[in-house]
């Protein structure tokens, strides 16, 4: 049986203290289910802001969207995460990556090391998590995964898989990322169902939308994303499962769609989009 819906919203910008929870406080009147932040440097700080959105909000998860492993020491990490659960009420849901930015960690100081050493390091930073978290409730854990041997860890460890639809382009020190095709990401997500095919229970599948938009002209609202990947047609970008563009109904339907082909029924979406992917929230309602 297909879980139900639920929907995210990663936000980006930092702001001031009524500004940041008038923005939490706008995303649960929304319906949105989790309030997200990401790890990038010159954004919000992870954990100081999921604890002031708490404070503003009645019934949201709050989850980290996700955090860069290798910014943090797995000890230090353990500490922070037991205190935000605490500080929000048990409301806390982990997001975990690798990191695809190396340029944040070179402003940082911080080594950025191969990608099997990020992925190494990741996997200890789990591991100790669980070793360091094991007296208190389990907080549910999220990984961000493309590559194999992150599928691997997330299919032994994780309780929600998250896709991004995307992957790094070879050599960008900046993290620029170009889209999977529909039949790349069919692919990714079998090999990932393969990988998990020994789990005593399923996990729940996440996509990040990179685009949203509500329009009548959906060529035109593409223009921005098809000047950054010129490889793309109208209609080819119109079929990424990380696009939506259309009327309300049409879009509705697409996401449907998308829960149908892959089996995605968490979805999360980027501030820019908060609002338009509100109404689809609405319409999805109550399934």
């Known amino acids: 049986m297909s879980r139900p819906f639920r929907f995210g919203v990663n936000l980006l910008a930092s702001a001031p203290a009524d500004e940041w929870r008038g923005k939490c406080r706008r995303a649960e009147e929304l319906g949105y289910d989790v309030i997200l932040v990401p790890d990038h440097l010159g954004m919000v700080a992870p954990f100081p802001a999921l604890v002031a959105a708490a404070g503003a909000t009645e019934r949201t998860r709050l989850g980290t969207f996700v955090l860069n492993a290798g910014f943090w020491n797995p000890a ?61 409730p389990r907080v549910p854990l999220l990984i961000g995964a493309n590559g194999d041997r992150m599928l ?46 020994g789990r005593p229970e399923p996990a729940e599948l996440n996509l990040l939308l990179q685009m949203v938009a509500v329009t009548d002209d959906p ?54 989009y908060m609002e338009p992917f509100g109404q689809v929230i609405e319409a999805l309602r109550p399934e």
Do not use: K, N
């Not at 911080?110 to 007296?135: A, Q």
């Not at 992957?167 to 990932?192: F, H, I, K, Q």
């Open 152 to 197: 691997r860890l997330t299919a032994e460890h994780a309780d929600i898989a998250a896709f991004t639809g995307a992957r790094p382009v070879p050599g960008s020190a900046t993290g620029t990322l170009e889209p999977l095709t529909p039949e790349e990401l069919d692919e990714r997500v079998a090999a990932y169902h393969r990988l998990a095919a």
């Open 219 to 272: 060529a035109a609202a593409l223009q921005p994303l098809l000047s950054r990947q010129p490889q793309l047609t109208v209609d080819q970008a119109l079929e990424l499962p990380l696009v939506l563009a259309g009327s309300l109904e049409q879009i509705t339907e697409r996401v449907r769609a998308i829960r149908d082909r892959y089996g995605f029924t968490y979805f999360t979406v980027l501030e820019p």
């Open 76 to 136: 230090l990490l353990a500490r922070e995460v037991a205190t935000t659960d605490a500080l929000t009420g048990g409301r806390l849901e982990l997001g975990l990556g690798t990191g695809y930015v190396q340029a944040e960690h070179d402003t940082a100081g911080l080594s950025y090391g191969s990608p099997g050493e990020r992925v190494d390091h990741l996997r200890r930073t789990v591991e100790e998590l669980g070793r360091l978290l094991s007296d208190q």
